[in-house]
């Protein structure tokens, strides 16, 4: 009797695990079928495809992969493949730092596919459509298994070739494998989807009714690809991810990055063991190395975030079971929101796919930017007289990464100070960063520029002064990324230009030669920004066109940020500050509320 209640308690247990493992995707809820001469016919119990696919993309993983465990359950031979195809991407095709990751990552996971037995299939292909029809077809592949992305450009792709590949007669599954939940399953009680980050992440945490699937093991063994099945590229050499002089511009990077999901682990355990008892109190420090570095693993899925959040959850119970650990437990808490906000970026891009283009906010579309490329020029090269910003964009441009701190400071500076539009520094990002993700950066963008309903509104102007001596009080940054500066005391070295000529003398600083002037000045920036918050007042509606548009000469009747070692005396006319004086005085009555009230119904976000 007890025998039998524990085979009754197991096929319980069995029944949950199929159900957990089933595609996340609605559109396919038949059983497996498979195509013979009499068109297709359903598989029996315990039969399986002959040869099915699963499609690697930004999944670079074996563990935790639900598109490979679904592939193995259904194909008695499964073939792995990875599609190169970055013209399809438009604008958007991976920056260099970005590409020298993806060769690197594709190179790990091919040989970790040898070593269970099996081999990846590569392609280089003008669209994706043109590579996976034709493979299709040649090889009999019967089903075509892969992992969710959530990007505009991926899913008008995904379905467009679920739809042709079905109409082929080839099954296809599609899987949730990047977030903890599916952005369509988080809806508030009316079904429509969230606007703000705090009531997201409230419904996440207390409302859910059920946690994030477990992780999937990694398989022990592949099944072999027959030598029959062949991709158009015969390597990974051979696909052309980077060209040789790429391949030769990029190799420091290899110095302090180590693509793989076997180094994204081993980063992962050195954070949780090292770091994260102190991330909540030294995460914002821009001179430490607080903070975990698993973005780019993230973004090409070399580690998952349920792997993530369950060792977070874990770990958690266990400090909570001892008095003194209430720190620990805040940064634990801290880090978990973090990876909420990776989850509220896609969240967000799904339910609005314009926000990588133009503002959740309408009437922000109004701004009256500068397309000034100068201007463009020194944030882009760190010559723009302002230390940490500089040091920020050298680091950036030389090993691809900066503090995300430093990415909030660049960018509220490239925004409100240089007044220029933020597509132009989301583009540079995307062009520029070894972790470039087009969801977090969006939001991060949107964010900081006050896109969306609870950022700062746009006549917020964050103090540089106070920000730098914050985040890095000693100047430590400043002086790794900008030695030429390096003997500048400290109290000065966030506003070289407030130092006595006997200290710049000394520590050999010629302003203006040496080290650039500024390139706009605070006083500039507050007329700037009001009469920008004087024209949001006038108009609530942007213009026709698309927010992409060709750099056009500055509007001389509104202020324009300055050359180098300008002053504000020689800015303007009487006349044209008296305009000013007045635009700032309408400006410096904006409020978050009046910003965005008016907008709820343009930017609710439909499910």
Request: proline share 6%; net charge negative; glycine share 6%.
């Amino acid at each position: 009797m007890a025998s039998s209640k524990r085979a009754a308690a197991v096929k319980d247990v069995d029944d949950e695990e199929r159900k957990k493992m089933r595609p996340a995707s609605s559109e396919e809820e038949d059983p497996p079928t498979t195509t013979g001469t009499s068109g297709k016919v359903g598989l029996g119990v315990g039969k399986k495809f002959t040869r099915v696919a699963v499609w690697f993309r930004r999944d670079l993983r074996l563990d935790d992969n639900p598109a490979l465990m679904a592939a193995l359950r259904a194909g008695r031979e499964v073939v792995p493949l990875f599609i190169w195809a970055p013209d399809e991407e438009g604008v958007f095709t991976p920056g260099l730092c970005s590409r020298w990751w993806l060769h690197k990552s594709l190179r790990a996971l091919s040989a970790k596919l040898a070593a269970l037995g099996s081999r990846l299939v590569f392609f280089n292909s003008k669209t994706t459509k043109e590579a996976i029809v034709p493979f299709v077809k040649e090889n009999g592949v019967q089903a075509v298994f892969f992992n969710h992305l959530y990007d505009p450009i991926s899913l008008v792709r995904d379905k467009g070739i679920r739809t042709l590949l079905q109409g082929n007669g080839v099954h296809v599954e599609s899987f949730g494998a990047d977030l903890m939940y599916e952005p369509w399953e988080v809806l508030d009680e009316q079904g429509r989807a969230f606007c703000t980050f705090d009531s997201f992440w409230e419904h996440i945490v207390k409302k859910m009714p059920y946690e994030p699937f477990m992780p999937l093991p990694c398989p022990v063994a592949l099944p072999k690809v027959e030598d029959e099945v062949k991709g158009n590229r015969k390597d990974l050499d051979d696909l052309s991810i980077l060209a040789d002089e790429e391949l030769e511009t990029t190799e420091h990077l290899g110095e302090k990055w180590t693509p793989g999901s076997s180094s994204a682990q081993m980063v992962w355990n050195k954070f949780i063991c090292e770091k994260l008892a102190f991330f909540k109190t030294q995460k914002a420090m821009v001179h430490s190395d607080c903070t975990s570095r698993l973005s780019p693993h993230l973004h090409y899925g070399e580690i998952s975030v349920s792997c993530l959040y369950f060792v977070l959850k874990k770990m958690r119970l266990s400090l909570a079971s001892v008095a003194g650990n209430e720190q620990h437990i805040q940064s634990v808490d801290n880090f978990v929101r973090q990876l909420g906000y990776r989850e509220f970026s896609r969240y967000i891009l799904f339910h609005n796919p314009f926000t990588h283009e133009r503002p959740l906010l309408e009437h922000l579309s109004a701004v009256p930017w500068q397309y000034d490329q100068d201007l463009f020029k020194c944030w882009q090269q760190g010559c723009t007289g302002y230390p940490l910003i500089d040091a920020g964009m050298q680091e950036l441009w030389s090993t691809g990464y900066c503090h995300n701190r430093l990415r909030i400071l660049v960018g509220h500076f490239f925004v409100k100070y240089l007044n220029l539009p933020w597509q132009w520094g989301l583009k540079y990002f995307w062009d520029t960063l070894i972790d470039a993700d087009l969801e977090c950066d969006s939001l991060g963008w949107q964010f900081l520029s006050g896109c969306m309903i609870d950022s700062k509104p746009f006549s917020y102007i964050m103090d540089y002064e106070a920000e730098a001596s914050k985040f890095d009080p000693d100047g430590k940054y400043v002086k790794k990324w900008l030695p030429l500066l390096a003997r500048v005391p400290a109290k000065y070295i966030h506003k070289p230009w407030s130092a006595p000529p006997a200290v710049l003398r000394a520590a050999g600083v010629d302003l203006g030669v040496s080290y650039p002037h500024r390139v706009v000045l605070m006083s500039e920036v507050q007329r700037s920004v009001a009469y920008a918050c004087q024209v949001l007042e006038q108009s609530k509606t942007g213009p026709a066109e698309g927010p992409f548009r060709y750099p056009t000469r500055s509007d001389p009747s509104r202020p324009s940020s300055l050359r180098t070692g300008t002053h504000d005396d020689a800015m303007d006319g009487p006349l044209q500050a008296d305009k000013l004086n007045q635009a700032a005085s309408v400006g410096c009555v904006q409020s978050h509320i009046s910003e965005t009230d008016g907008c709820h119904e343009s930017t609710a976000i439909d499910s």
